[in-house]
């Protein structure tokens, strides 16, 4: 059984920053992508970062320059800085990894229940 769980979400007024952190626990033998994702109201879940276990990371378009992933992966974390925030930003923010269980086990996707984000203008 494996879990993730964010932490770090809330409101905070345009320009501000926030960081998301997510935890993964459980039965871990190795992870490989880690990802942040977020979906607005009346909106399509897009993917907003993402992070290697080489450390190579890509971003969405809309949040390049502002927003920064990063992984700690003695405590199989992903954070998520995120800085200059707009109103647009706004949406629950879940982070997504690949597991696996065991060295002859299948890389499995997990999700994380997601953290609100709430920007004010």
């Known amino acids: 059984q494996v879990q993730l769980v964010e932490s770090g979400g809330g409101l905070v007024q345009a320009g501000g920053s926030l960081r998301l952190s997510c935890a993964a626990s459980?039965?871990?033998?190795?992870?490989?992508?880690m990802a942040w994702y977020r979906q607005a109201p009346g909106k399509q879940r897009e993917l907003v970062a993402v992070?290697?276990?080489?450390?190579?990371?890509n971003y969405a378009d809309s949040v390049k320059g502002r927003f920064t992933i990063s992984r700690d992966n003695a405590k199989n974390t992903v954070y998520l800085q995120m800085n200059s925030l707009k109103p647009e930003d706004t949406a629950v923010y879940y982070c997504?990894?690949?597991?696996?269980?065991?060295?002859?086990?299948?890389?499995?996707?997990?999700w994380g229940q997601g953290t609100q984000v709430t920007v004010s203008s």
């Open positions: 997504n990894a690949a597991i696996r269980s065991g060295y002859y086990r299948p890389f499995g996707t997990y």
């Open positions: 459980g039965s871990i033998f190795s992870i490989n992508n």
């Open positions: 992070i290697t276990n080489g450390d190579s990371t």
